[in-house]
């Protein structure tokens, strides 16, 4: 079975940009989440989709947003980029909405890397 | 609202040796805790989760936890290390069922296993 899949491996953008990220979760699963990883931070979490609905949201500007659709692939979007989202953006995907499942296990893609200019 | 703290930047131990990666934590109510692995240039692997049951938790690779709940810690532990273990270790806590998969992670450990 094939891992999550994130899409494209590396980006580069100039401030002021917009950026699209992809994820293709493990076939079956139905959540998504995403998270971003920098030196600094450390690991956030962004939002989590199930079944087309965002479910939980991070402490993020509203120029991060994010979708879901009904093959459960999901998207990411960052406008107006700024510096400081120079990151690894990664996607995990789980067989059910986190909670609810005795089976608790996040499976993540190998990231995106962003490089805003 | 919930944290977590990896005392360690790094760990270093030599092969064969038990190693221990400290993880403490905070949280209201019962904690979901989880350890996460990554290696470089990937993302994180799952290890081992506490959810509720035994204090003591198997995982993956030979890896156990112990969770502490009077000392808030949940430990990773592994008998006998191998040069393979060298690694990127990150404890996470979710705060309750409500959150979802929105955990909070630690800062990192990461481990060195020299021959």
């Known amino acids: 079975k094939a891992g999550v899949t994130q899409t494209p491996r590396y980006l580069i953008k100039t401030r002021g940009q917009q950026v699209t990220l992809s994820c293709s979760p493990i076939s079956g699963h139905r959540s998504v989440s995403w998270y971003q990883q920098t030196p600094g931070q450390g690991l956030q979490f962004l939002f989590e989709y199930f079944s087309e609905t965002q479910r939980n949201k991070g402490n993020f500007p509203g120029r991060f947003s994010g979708r879901q659709f009904s093959n459960s692939r999901s998207e990411m979007n960052v406008s107006t980029l700024e510096l400081g989202d120079s990151a690894l953006y990664l996607c995990a995907s789980s067989l059910q909405q986190g909670g609810f499942s005795t089976n608790e296990k996040l499976f993540f893609g190998s990231g995106t890397q962003l490089s805003v200019l | ?115």
Request: positive net charge.
């Open chain 2, 1 to 115: 609202a919930q944290s977590v703290a990896q005392p360690e930047d790094q760990v270093n131990v030599a092969e064969g040796n038990p190693l221990t990666v400290k993880c403490t934590y905070s949280v209201s109510g019962n904690p979901y805790l989880f350890w996460y692995v990554q290696y470089p240039n990937r993302g994180l692997q799952f290890l081992l989760k506490y959810i509720t049951g035994d204090n003591l938790v198997k995982g993956s690779y030979g890896f156990e936890a112990e969770f502490n709940k009077s000392q808030t810690s949940f430990h990773l532990k592994k008998p006998s290390a191998l040069v393979s273990d060298s690694a990127l270790y990150f404890c996470a806590v979710r705060a309750n069922n409500n959150a979802g998969n929105m955990l909070t992670f630690g800062g990192g450990t990461r481990l060195m296993v020299k021959p």
